[in-house]
């Protein structure tokens, strides 16, 4: 059974960073896409950031520069740095496994049940 647990979330004020962290277990995520999603309320579910591997990595406009994707395969976690935060980043926070394109969209196989980022002017 594939499970993926989003923790690292909270409360910060604009310019603020957090790391979000996401344990998989049950799921081998070598040779596909991982991503990190985010939705707001009243919003539909956005694509943040993919990785297939520390040199394949996708960012949506909005958060380049100020987000980095990355793994650590010997402890099967997935990370989200997220520097520089802004109002508009306050969402809440999924991880995603298993695609193999169209890796901004919300097509994957697994997620998790997401954590809350919000940012304060």
């Known amino acids: 059974q594939v499970q993926l647990v989003e923790s690292g979330g909270g409360s910060v004020q604009a310019g603020g960073s957090l790391r979000l962290s996401c344990a998989v277990s049950g799921y081998t995520y070598s040779a596909t896409y991982m991503g990190w999603f985010r939705q707001a309320p009243g919003k539909e579910r956005e694509g943040v950031a993919a990785?297939?591997?520390?040199?394949?990595?996708t960012y949506a406009d909005s958060v380049k520069g100020r987000f980095t994707i990355s793994k650590d395969n010997a402890k099967n976690t997935l990370y989200l740095q997220m520097n520089s935060l802004k109002p508009e980043d306050t969402a809440m926070y999924y991880c995603?496994?298993?695609?193999?394109?169209?890796?901004?969209?919300?097509?994957?196989?697994?997620w998790g049940q997401g954590t809350q980022v919000t940012v304060s002017s």
């Open positions: 990785i297939i591997s520390s040199f394949d990595t």
């Open positions: 995603a496994a298993d695609r193999v394109d169209w890796v901004l969209t919300p097509g994957y196989k697994y």
